[in-house]
């Protein structure tokens, strides 16, 4: 809680969620919002890269069972933010895929961003009011470009592009059905993010990228800074590409 003694006002730090929150961009995304004065609830299996503090609640959570998930939110008595950043690939190749891998990857991309969300939505519905960012994904809307990673092994798979395919969609659904209890569903699709990848990998996806670099993690929190600030109250079911134009061509 934050206090301005000199109005006599009582002001409640706004809080978020962020899933996924051990990773790279998850611990930038808690960072950030930390930064500007959010409390966050950093939820992920492991969570031994973000440390607890009066801003950061570590939670972890399996975002793909059901009870642990309802559980979880029993205890958030209000929430401003939802970031769906949780999410998982394979790198073996299609001909090779098991429906172990194959199910493994649905239930975290889909089925976990799916149970944040709804139980998310009930608690905005009843503020009237909230935010969702869903990170979905430039291979939600297009296929990888196998030539891009030549021998690099870490080829896009197709159950991943499918999974953002259907993170985008659930989106929409979202905004469309939502949007009356003044909940924004937004998506942030975005490209290749610098994360000293190969060479070749790099001067490849440069190559195909109008802008000619790739991305880095500042470009994809400024855009949830937009998504989910007080000014922004009419953007609802877009899915926003940030890629340096990787899908214009």
Do not use: C
Not at 25 to 34: I, P, Y
Not at 137 to 159: A, M, P, Q
Request: without cysteine; aromatic residues 12%.
């Amino acid at each position: 809680m934050l206090t301005n003694l000199n109005k006599g006002k009582v002001f409640m730090k706004k809080k978020a969620i962020v899933t996924g929150a051990n990773g790279k961009l998850g611990t930038a995304f808690v960072e950030a919002l930390t930064g500007k004065g959010y409390f966050v609830y950093a939820v992920d299996l492991n969570i031994e890269n973000i440390e607890a503090s009066e801003s950061v609640e570590l939670v972890k959570l399996d975002i793909t069972y059901e009870t642990a998930v309802h559980n979880f939110f029993s205890s958030v008595q209000d929430l401003d933010v939802l970031v769906n950043n949780a999410g998982i690939g394979v790198f073996t190749p299609f001909e090779d895929r098991t429906a172990a891998e194959f199910k493994n990857v649905v239930e975290v991309n889909l089925l976990g961003t799916f149970l944040m969300s709804q139980s998310a939505i009930k608690i905005m519905k009843n503020t009237y009011g909230g935010k969702i960012v869903n990170i979905a994904s430039i291979y939600g809307s297009t296929s990888s470009d196998e030539r891009i990673y030549g021998d690099s092994g870490r080829n896009n798979s197709e159950v991943y592009s499918a999974t953002k395919a259907g993170v985008i969609s659930l989106t929409k659904y979202m905004a469309a059905h939502f949007g009356k209890y003044n909940i924004q569903t937004n998506s942030i699709s975005p490209g290749g993010i610098y994360n000293h990848q190969s060479e070749d990998f790099v001067s490849n996806y440069e190559y195909k990228t109008p802008m000619h670099r790739m991305g880095n993690i500042q470009d994809l929190i400024s855009t949830m800074f937009y998504l989910i600030s007080d000014e922004t109250t009419y953007t609802n079911g877009q899915d926003i590409a940030v890629d340096g134009g990787f899908l214009a061509w």
